[in-house]
């Protein structure tokens, strides 16, 4: 699996946007763009995906750079139940293994 | 749907027990994995399970853990014995690989505490 790199931690102050970054330097032209989150004692849950466009749903907002070796989550108004720890993810075509990394742990200050 | 389930949610045991960890994976998901989570290695891929049949047990620490899928709504995963170092939270998750996505949705976890 090709590699991503996080910062090991952010803050944010309520309802103020967040822009978590990823760099995914040898992603190859087949992976997708993953983002998990795990809010604390849960399980990871998946937050949204893309490949080249950037991509909406109701839990965030994903920018893909041009020539894909990077990529931010973006949570639009941060809330308190926005305190996790983010993964981002590469995914490609067949096998689905995924390796988590250490993600980035949010920090939300009221 | 439930989503996965996981028992027990907590486990504490004595060194040199048999441990066993279990899931329920989604209906209709035909794609099972076992994580394992520490603090100090994070999330780790253990075993990865498609129709049943392991193809990646590359993670599996040692000969002391093994897993099993005997039908498509059930799953195991058994530590014999158990050291304090697989105190840990131990994750179940499952897909569908006939969604383009494919996103794992994620147990509740046990608790493992090996004393």
């Known amino acids: 699996d090709a590699k991503t790199t996080q910062p090991n931690s952010m803050e944010s102050n309520e309802e103020e946007p967040v822009h978590l970054p990823c760099n995914h330097s040898t992603i190859s032209g087949t992976d997708y763009i993953h983002w998990y989150r795990q809010l604390p004692s849960q399980g990871p849950e998946y937050v949204i995906h893309?490949?080249?466009s950037n991509v909406n749903n109701r839990m965030a907002s994903l920018a893909i750079a041009e020539d894909r070796k990077s990529s931010t989550l973006i949570l639009h108004r941060a809330t308190l139940r926005d305190a996790a720890v983010y993964y981002c993810?590469?995914?490609?075509?067949?096998?689905?293994?995924?390796?988590f990394g250490i993600g980035t742990k949010l920090q939300v200050i009221p | 749907d439930a989503g996965v389930i996981q028992s027990p949610r907590h486990e504490v045991t004595e060194m040199g027990q048999e441990v066993t960890l279990r899931c329920k994976p989604i209906?209709?998901?035909?794609?099972l994995f076992w994580y394992r989570q520490t603090m100090m290695r994070g999330l780790e891929l253990l075993i990865y399970?498609?129709?049943?049949?392991?193809?990646?047990d590359s993670g599996m620490p040692e000969d002391r853990f093994s897993a099993k899928m005997p039908n498509a709504s059930f799953s195991t995963l058994k530590i014999q014995p158990s050291e304090p170092r697989d105190s840990a939270v131990y994750f179940c998750a499952s897909s569908s690989e006939d969604r383009v996505v494919n996103e794992q949705f994620f147990g509740p976890g046990t608790r493992l505490t090996v004393l």
């Open positions: 399970f498609n129709n049943n049949v392991p193809i990646d």
């Open positions: 993810i590469l995914r490609g075509g067949g096998y689905q293994k995924v390796t």
């Open positions: 209906s209709g998901h035909n794609s």
């Open positions: 893309g490949l080249t």
